[in-house]
């Protein structure tokens, strides 16, 4: 069966400092991938997807970024965050192909505090 | 483009008495709908889709959904809440073939005893 990690959970990082979420998934190959952010009260704003190893879509102009370093592994990073970088990230895959059922299967999130 | 309305942000109810949680969509081409749950510092997980065929879907934990192509709406439905069914509620959709999976705001679900 597929399963999906994400890490690491909780972070507590000063405004400035550098970021690193990580998320791999295990049990299926060449999944497209997925980073979202959920604000307070706010729905998902998808942040990065990524079709394959080394290609990423950015969804919206930020000071993060995402890559791809091999097929199942999934980093989202800042050098510098900004106190509106806080929120729930959460990571997520869909199978592709003959694998696709349509819904994306998602991690437990990771919750960033910039203070 | 495609887009995700949840026409109530707080639905707060009583336990074993029915609830609709509301949702309409854009999109000028086919679309796949989903719902999904998420309980306190969670992610989401899946219930129920719409792919094709029937317009009646029924999900996980007692919940179904009707797809309306005329009124672009694909509400959620259960017949008797839980205690447990306390959580936030998020319709979501994809254009088939498409890549990207739209999110509405949530609705946050409050069943009291």
């Known amino acids: 069966s597929q399963t999906i990690h994400q890490w690491p959970a909780t972070l507590v990082q000063p405004v400035g400092s550098p970021l690193s979420l990580e998320c791999t998934v295990e049990?299926?190959?060449?999944?497209?991938l997925y980073w979202y952010r959920q604000a307070a009260g706010r729905g998902l704003q998808l942040l990065f997807y990524?079709?394959?190893?080394?290609?990423i879509s950015s969804e919206v102009p930020q000071n993060l970024s995402a890559s791809r370093p091999q097929d199942r592994q999934f980093i989202l990073s800042s050098k510098k965050l900004l106190l509106s970088d806080s929120g729930f990230y959460l990571c997520?895959?869909?199978?592709?192909?003959?694998?696709?059922?349509?819904?994306?299967?998602f991690g437990e999130g990771s919750r960033l505090t910039v203070l | 483009a495609q887009s995700v309305t949840q026409l109530d942000s707080q639905v707060p109810v009583f336990e074993e008495a029915p609830v609709e949680l509301r949702c309409n969509y854009s999109?000028?081409?086919?679309?796949?709908l989903f719902w999904y749950v998420q309980y306190p510092n969670q992610g989401l997980q899946l219930l129920l889709k719409?792919?094709?065929?029937?317009?009646l879907v029924k999900g996980i934990n007692g919940f179904e959904a009707e797809f309306n192509k005329s009124q672009t709406s694909f509400h959620l439905r259960k017949p008797s809440v839980h205690i447990s069914d306390t959580a936030e509620y998020f319709c979501?959709?994809?254009?088939?073939?498409?890549?990207?999976?739209?999110f509405g705001a949530g609705t946050r679900l409050f069943v009291k005893a």
């Open positions: 049990g299926t190959s060449n999944p497209n």
């Open positions: 990524s079709v394959g190893i080394g290609q």
């Open positions: 999109s000028s081409v086919s679309v796949y």
């Open positions: 979501a959709v994809i254009t088939t073939g498409g890549f990207k999976t739209i």
């Open positions: 997520a895959w869909r199978g592709v192909g003959a694998l696709n059922t349509g819904e994306l299967f």
């Open positions: 719409y792919l094709s065929g029937s317009t």
